[in-house]
């Protein structure tokens, strides 16, 4: 079935430590997306990708760093968490030829 | 920059009552708009887009470039309806801004 997956659905974990957020989707889509969101807040796009090579980085700066080696998988990298990163984090992916999205279940991150 | 201001962040109505979902854009073009959807625990989902004129689950919204609002609306507000709305817009550069969302009760 086609689909967006991510993992780990809820991380907690310490200042300091290099974490990777998995992003996969079987929808056949070329461009995929991050975004953060807080609780109660607007989502801001953080990095972005129109194919495979391709990144962008998105409105809000991010410590984060993304790649896209296969056209099916968008991961997202902290090399060092601090708890100004605890957030929501969703992948999302859209077709050629639309603006239209569909997200995945997210990551919930908490860095203490 | 693009900006999507929803005004509402709590909006609260009696089942049956109408309800309106105020979104307003700031794109001077022509825009695609979106209206997204997050039930508790469940994912992020598309409600409608203007372009496709449709009605989901009861709800319309139109497009007011005048105004340059994308309302959501329906008439009779179901229990089922309570969740937290998006609205989106796409300008030039093809990504979607999302306003900061209203989360509506439907009391009964």
């Known amino acids: 079935e086609a689909d967006i997956y991510q993992t780990p659905r809820y991380l907690v974990i310490g200042t300091g430590k290099k974490i990777t957020l998995e992003c996969s989707q079987t929808m056949g889509h070329d461009k995929m997306y991050w975004y953060q969101q807080d609780p109660g807040m607007e989502l801001h796009l953080i990095h972005y990708s129109y194919g495979v090579n391709s990144t962008e980085k998105g409105d809000l700066s991010s410590e984060s760093t993304v790649s896209r080696i296969r056209t099916e998988h968008f991961p997202l990298t902290l090399e060092s968490a601090r708890p100004s990163h605890t957030s929501q984090y969703l992948c999302?992916?859209?077709?050629?030829?639309?603006?239209?999205?569909?997200f995945g279940p997210g990551t919930r991150l908490t860095v203490t | 920059a693009q900006r999507v201001t929803q005004p509402e962040k709590l909006l609260s109505v009696f089942k049956g009552a109408p309800v309106e979902l105020k979104c307003n854009y700031s794109y001077s073009g022509s825009p695609e708009l979106f209206w997204y959807v997050q039930y508790s625990r469940q994912r992020l989902q598309l409600l409608l887009r203007?372009?496709s004129r449709e009605s989901i689950k009861g709800f319309t919204a139109d497009l007011n470039k005048g105004e340059t609002s994308f309302h959501l609306k329906k008439p009779f507000a179901q229990e089922e309806d309570s969740a937290m709305y998006y609205c989106?817009?796409?300008?030039?550069?093809?990504?979607?801004?999302f306003g900061s969302g209203t989360q509506l009760t439907v009391l009964p």
């Open positions: 989106a817009s796409s300008g030039s550069a093809r990504q979607l801004t």
């Open positions: 999302a992916s859209s077709a050629q030829g639309t603006d239209e999205q569909y």
């Open positions: 203007h372009i």
